[in-house]
């Protein structure tokens, strides 16, 4: 049977009965899985189901299906293929010394993907859906989540325009998806620290664009910013403002912060250009309620660079749920290197992340409410 619903906030559906099952008929071996999460790299691996939900601008969001992975039934016009109208999510599952499987701020991620869904002219996903759907997934799923330390079970939530046409036109039919994926560390290099490579040649967002939506063509554009990265032997691109390339943006796929000397915790605003992290608004949330000052203010290069100088600036690191926080050990450009006087962990950003992944892990109270028990089995 297929669903269909117009669910608003005055009607909301309970789209948890709404998930059609269709179970795997061959899922992974026992033996197989224990392999695949005995050691998981990033994003290489993924779990025997998906789920699907359609959506047309006259139906709405219909079918909401656990089905076994595999391709998409995508036509070759598909709109996605080829004017890029896509937007996704990120976020982990953790497995908690009691058994229970929890989702880390999930509700940050359905606000976040609704967000970038309208600048990209896509339907909205219903935050009852997307977690009725992350539940679903988890529940099938739950021999994925991994129970070694620093795993989880890392959560791909997606839109694509699927409409077979074309013309750059916003599409009327989409289709909503969520994967996952065994995952361990993110950054081999982790704990010693990565080095971030200055762009000046290419930019990530302008005044008016799409920095602030998680969309795929972000990353697209960004790629051979990455790869300039790589051939300086950095891991990551630092971008700058589009305009003056004078004020720190963020990172290829994280946020960045800075730690001063007495303490105070500095990131860079808001305003449209960058990501809204969800490990930064957690960091700035944190650091604050640990008695840190924090400061979401312009920080210039070279205020960086003088800072660093002088000492007066301690610590960078970033943020992002890949890889929770990464110290940044050095800033590399065509003309300086400008060396973080803290190599690796310092101890703002080791606190930091000691409390947050502990929060994640079930190890730390989690004292704001971050988390959601998702998949109960
Ligand atoms: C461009 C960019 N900035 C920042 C982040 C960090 O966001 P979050 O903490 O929600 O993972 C990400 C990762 O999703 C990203 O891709």
């Known amino acids: 049977m297929t669903t269909t619903t117009h669910a608003t906030s005055e009607h909301p559906t309970d789209w948890s009965a709404l998930v059609r099952t269709e179970p795997h008929p061959s899922p992974a071996s026992d033996e197989k899985r224990t392999q695949a999460l005995r050691a998981p790299a990033f994003g290489t691996c993924f779990t025997d189901h998906m789920v699907l939900v359609d959506w047309t601008r006259d139906a709405g969001w219909t079918d909401p ?5 595999g391709p998409l039934p995508l036509h070759p016009a598909a709109a996605v293929l080829h004017y890029g109208q896509e937007v996704f999510e990120g976020l982990k599952v953790y497995r908690h010394p009691d058994g229970r ?5 999930p509700d940050r991620n359905a606000v976040r993907l609704r967000r970038s869904a309208r ?8 935050e009852g859906l997307f977690h009725a759907a992350v539940d679903a997934l988890v529940a099938a799923d739950h ?38 994926s065994p995952a361990g560390a993110y950054f081999h290099a982790g704990v010693d620290g990565i080095s971030l490579w200055l762009s000046t040649t290419y930019s990530r967002a302008g005044r008016g664009g799409t920095g602030a939506a998680k969309c795929g063509g972000n990353y697209a554009a960004s790629l051979v910013a990455q790869q300039e990265a790589a051939e300086h032997g950095c891991a990551q691109v630092l971008f700058t403002d589009a305009e003056t390339g004078r004020w720190v943006e963020e990172a290829g796929s994280m946020n960045l912060f800075a730690v001063l000397a007495d303490g105070t915790l500095v990131t860079p605003p808001t305003t449209g250009t960058i990501l809204e992290g969800v490990t930064r608004d957690s960091v700035l949330r944190l650091a604050a309620d640990l008695g840190y000052a924090t400061q979401e203010r312009p920080f210039g290069v070279d205020e960086w660079t003088r800072l660093a100088a002088s000492g007066e600036l301690t610590e960078v690191f970033a943020t992002g749920t890949a890889a929770v926080i990464t110290p940044v050990v050095r800033l590399v450009s065509a003309d300086a290197v400008v060396e973080t006087p803290t190599v690796g962990f310092g101890p703002v950003a080791r606190r930091l992340h000691a409390e947050l992944t502990g929060m994640q892990f079930g190890t730390v109270p989690d004292r704001f409410g971050w988390l959601r028990e998702v998949g109960a089995h």
Do not use: H, K, T
């Open 143 to 180: 021999a994925w989540v991994p129970s070694g330390p620093g795993d989880s079970l890392y959560l791909r939530p997606f839109v694509v325009a699927s409409e077979a046409f074309l013309g750059v036109r916003a599409a009327d039919a989409a289709l909503f998806g969520v994967i996952a």
């Open 65 to 69: 299906r656990l089905v076994p992975l």
């Open 101 to 105: 499987l929890v989702a880390f701020r």
């Open 119 to 126: 600048r990209l002219a896509l339907p909205e996903v219903p």
